[in-house]
């Protein structure tokens, strides 16, 4: 399974960006799907899950700003991501595990100007 991160850039604080992770074959045995950011000169960290039945996790520094969601027709993981914040700023990789397995995508660059 092949992940493909898209839709970040350079948007000014107080912004709204909207990352897409695409995969290469069906999202639907996936138990859970993520997202990850690392910013530079730090460790990768947790932003945000969503299991295969809906239910959406939040690191608490995007609870209320970020939006994760899953189209399994689709085959497609987003994040929405509103009112960002400087420290947003990183590379977002997006996650995808199941039974046995997990893989991660790419990365796309996040670049919040103050």
């Known amino acids: 399974v092949q992940l493909q991160a898209s839709g970040g850039g350079l948007v000014q604080a107080g912004g709204s960006l909207r990352l897409s992770c695409a995969a290469s074959?069906?999202?639907?045995?996936?138990?859970?799907m993520a997202w990850h950011r690392q910013a530079p000169g730090k460790q990768r960290e947790y932003v945000a899950s969503?299991?295969?039945?809906?239910?959406?996790n939040y690191a608490d520094s995007v609870k209320g700003r970020f939006t994760i969601s899953r189209d399994n027709a689709k085959n497609t993981l987003s994040l929405q991501m509103d009112s960002l914040k400087p420290e947003d700023t990183g590379v977002y990789y997006c996650?995808?595990?199941?039974?046995?397995?997990?893989?991660w995508g790419q990365g796309t660059l996040v670049t919040v100007s103050s």
């Open positions: 074959g069906s999202i639907f045995s996936f138990i859970v």
């Open positions: 996650r995808a595990v199941r039974l046995g397995s997990g893989y």
């Open positions: 969503i299991a295969s039945g809906g239910a959406t």
